[in-house]
């Protein structure tokens, strides 16, 4: 055993990530409604990045990224569509994968979808019951989370504004606090239901994420990525369900939650109509070079796009193509920009180094971050 060797271990947000075994990586994925925009392809380009460095290091990753296909925006999206859920969730999770794919996007290691995972959420449901951390009301289970804002950092105003912007009704008369949340809820008609000890009924948002993580890789994950907007209520409310029920604390050891992608300073979502989708952008430009664009800025910081960005990652995307053409054998700036992208993934420097070196330490930086 070298014990001078170099360390090669990731760390995120300052916090080092040792590994023993396979990485248990876990991605919030889409919920298949609509088209893939560029404020989803940064969070899962960025994923993708996390788990390629990690890989470079010489670890080994096993990636999980769900489907949400069971939510209350697909079921009206399918309706308008006169489609089932189901079929219409499976056809829009095509165009997301093959958007994932002309990205670069390496294929995961498990891909659940919520449907297929109702009957672990009713075993969350009755594990947090039996613990005391829900209780039934009026055929809905309700997680007990009154200290879930404050283990966050929120106050309680922004955390009943958040959790009624994501749908998780504050002011319900049902519920013992308001920052109760439904593990379990009674279906209308029209939508998807399944029978349970407390009625037909369909899974909470929340405890979907929560019962496929643990199902895929049991009680903790070493890295969690989703988008910024997940932190709460979704990220807060997985992982104190998925605690309670298990004992084990983190749920998480780590998290890289990326910063959203804005247009014209408003983050990128359909109810703003500001959407650039990732369909509309790659005939007219290399897909490395929609992928360097993507990953331009740090991780964490939300980021305003414009059309000159691309113009300016396709520039550096050739220039990077042409230092990777010379020359040249530098261990050191190897060792540098590896050293770069263990810290916090900076992609920043390591391809400055890159560009700067040329060579072989260019192209080791365009495998690893998949620019070829």
């Known amino acids: 055993m070298n014990l ?21 990586m876990y991605v919030c994925g889409i919920t298949p409604y609509d088209a893939t925009h560029l404020g989803h392809a940064r969070t899962f380009v960025w994923a993708d990045i996390a788990a390629r460095v990690l890989r470079h290091a010489g670890g080994d990753v096993r990636v999980c990224r769900n489907v949400t296909d069971v939510d209350d925006v697909l079921n009206q999206a399918a309706h308008r569509a006169g489609s089932p859920y189901d079929s219409f969730a499976a056809v829009q999770q095509y165009y997301f994968e093959r958007d994932l794919e002309t990205l670069g996007v390496h294929a995961v290691d498990h891909q659940p979808r919520a449907h297929n995972h109702v009957r672990e959420v009713i075993a969350l449901a009755q594990g947090l019951l039996t613990s005391g951390s829900a209780y039934v009301r009026d055929g809905a289970v309700y997680f007990r989370g009154a200290d879930v804002p404050r283990r966050a950092g929120l106050d309680d105003g922004e955390a009943r504004a958040l959790l009624a912007e994501y749908g998780d009704e504050p002011d319900d008369p049902r519920k013992e606090h308001p920052f109760d949340i439904a593990v379990w809820r009674p ?15 369909r899974p909470g948002w929340h405890a979907e994420c929560a019962a496929m993580a643990m199902t895929i890789f049991g009680p903790a994950l070493d890295l969690h990525a989703g988008g910024t907007d997940l932190r709460f209520p979704h990220h807060a409310y997985e992982s104190a369900m998925a605690e309670a029920l298990t004992g084990v604390h983190p749920f998480s050891r780590a998290w890289l939650h990326v910063g ?42 939300d980021w305003d796009y414009t059309p000159g960005l691309l113009d300016h990652a396709a520039e550096r995307l050739e220039r990077l193509h042409i230092a990777a053409g010379r020359g040249g054998n530098s261990p ?25 070196e040329g060579g072989r330490t260019a192209r080791l930086v365009m495998a690893v971050l998949a620019l070829g």
Do not use: Y
């Open 332 to 356: 050191a700036a190897e060792a540098a920009v590896t050293e770069a992208l263990l810290d916090d993934l900076d992609a920043r420097t390591a391809l400055g180094i890159a560009e700067q």
């Open 4 to 24: 001078n060797a170099p360390d090669r271990t990731l760390r995120i947000g300052g916090r080092p990530l040792p590994v023993v075994g396979p990485a248990r």
């Open 187 to 201: 279906s209308h008609s029209g939508e998807p239901a399944w029978p349970s000890p407390w009625g037909r009924g």
């Open 260 to 301: 959203m992608v804005r247009r014209d300073g408003v983050k990128m979502a359909k109810s703003t109509g500001n959407l650039v989708l990732v369909s509309d952008l790659v005939p007219g430009h290399p897909a490395a070079a929609v992928r360097l664009m993507l990953i331009s800025e740090p991780w964490r910081e």
